[in-house]
């Protein structure tokens, strides 16, 4: 034992016996009997006894569940982009064919390639668009009218 | 100064020592390996049970609550004694478990289940006044009033250090573990209550109201 923990032990000594008259004053009064301890520690414990981390784990995990659950529907009922966007100018393609005039006045019947329906939108323009020549056309691998329709009313080629 | 150890559950009960007080260090069979089970927690009650009660007493300032609390304690302390790993000190475990009832109930009042408050002064809860002397009367008056100041103007944790220490004997690693402190911490916030302590008695001792 070192000398400070001695020294403390009898500056404690006072306190501890302010506490032990104090003790002894107050006796054991309001002890619960031992057998009243033993009849409640038979009895099963209570669910509510465990507290309420376990309830509290069941609404996280159920939550977490149905979350999971709507965001699996919700990715279902998406549909894949690339094939979408092929079948949306397609249709939007065959729907509009002959009544659907594009800027300039030109008219998507005057493609003979089918092929030229899946085009994409770029080089649909290019082979309507006024003032493109044929081989710039062809170039591309596109099919052109000649004279474009749509350049018929152009202002720039009666210049 | 006679510790008597028991078969089983070696207690420092203040029964055992009077007013006089063994310190931890001196306890050298208390830090032995007993092997404690549910038989042993229950042969020791009768020793346990008031140090257990006035503790739970001093904390919450309610005396049926703290019988609640004090069953509460040792209910679960026999639902959970046969699980403690071997060589576990049995009594800073029971504490430890009392103080987290207590912490419950205060929680439970908190929130307006409980309102009952007791407001009777320690120096009625004196059981047998009568059969004491003037002066040993006058003494258990200085003490029980002293350390209801004290408690009173002690934060809670602080508290239920200074009572461990001062009050149940518990040595400084077992309050350490009890609170969840670190040794360091434990030493400083005992010596801190113990300041308080002895203001108050130089408070009475000077006459001061």
Redesign the interface.
């Known amino acids: ?1 070192r000398p400070f ?1 001695v020294a403390d ?1 009898m500056d ?2 006072r ?18 009997p ?1 057998g ?3 009849r ?2 038979a009895r099963p ?1 209570p669910r509510a006894a465990r507290g309420p981390s376990d309830h509290a784990w069941v609404q996280l995990l159920g939550g977490a569940g149905l979350a999971a659950a709507v965001m699996l529907g919700a990715v279902r009922s998406l549909p894949s982009a690339a094939p979408a966007h092929a079948a949306s100018v397609a249709a939007a393609v065959d729907a509009g064919a002959g009544s659907t005039e594009p800027a300039g006045g030109a008219s998507w019947s005057t493609f003979d390639d089918p092929a030229a329906c899946t085009m994409e939108p770029a080089e649909t323009e290019c082979a309507n668009s006024c003032g493109l020549s044929s081989e710039a056309c062809a170039s591309e691998g596109l099919q052109a009218a000649d004279p474009p329709l749509a350049c018929e009313n152009d202002p720039r080629l009666s210049e | 100064m006679t510790t008597l150890p028991r078969p089983h559950l070696l207690l420092t009960a ?1 029964s055992d ?5 063994t ?1 931890p ?1 001196e306890r050298g069979s208390e830090s032995a390996t007993p092997i404690y089970n549910r038989s042993a927690l ?1 042969a020791g ?2 020793e346990l ?3 257990v ?2 503790f739970v ?1 001093d904390l919450l300032g309610d ?2 609550l ?2 609640d609390a ?2 509460e304690t ?2 679960r302390a ?2 959970k004694v046969d699980g403690l790993p071997p060589g576990t000190p049995i009594v800073p475990w029971v504490f430890g478990v009392a103080r987290r009832v207590s912490q419950e109930l205060q929680r439970a009042r908190g929130r307006g289940r409980r309102v009952m408050v007791d407001t009777e002064p ?1 120096d009625e ?5 009568s059969a004491r002397s003037p002066e040993a009367a006058l ?2 008056r ?3 009033t ?2 209801a100041r004290a408690l009173d103007r002690l934060p809670e944790d602080r508290k239920a250090a200074l ?1 461990l ?3 149940h ?1 518990l040595a400084y690693a077992e309050i350490a573990d009890v609170m969840g402190w670190s040794l360091a911490k434990t030493k400083v916030e005992v010596f801190r209550a ?1 300041e308080v ?2 203001g108050c ?1 130089e408070q009475w001792r000077g006459g001061e109201p």
């Open positions: 034992m923990d032990e404690e000594s306190d501890r016996e302010l506490f032990a008259r104090r003790a002894q004053a107050l006796g054991e009064a309001g002890v619960p031992l009243d301890i033993l409640a520690a414990e | 203040p020592r009077g007013l006089a007080f310190p260090s229950i009650y009768s049970a008031p140090r009660h006035r007493s005396r049926t703290a019988s004090t069953q040792f209910v026999l639902r320690d809860r004196v059981v047998d006044g003494l258990d200085e003490a029980l002293v350390v009572l220490r001062l009050d004997g113990r302590l002895r008695f």
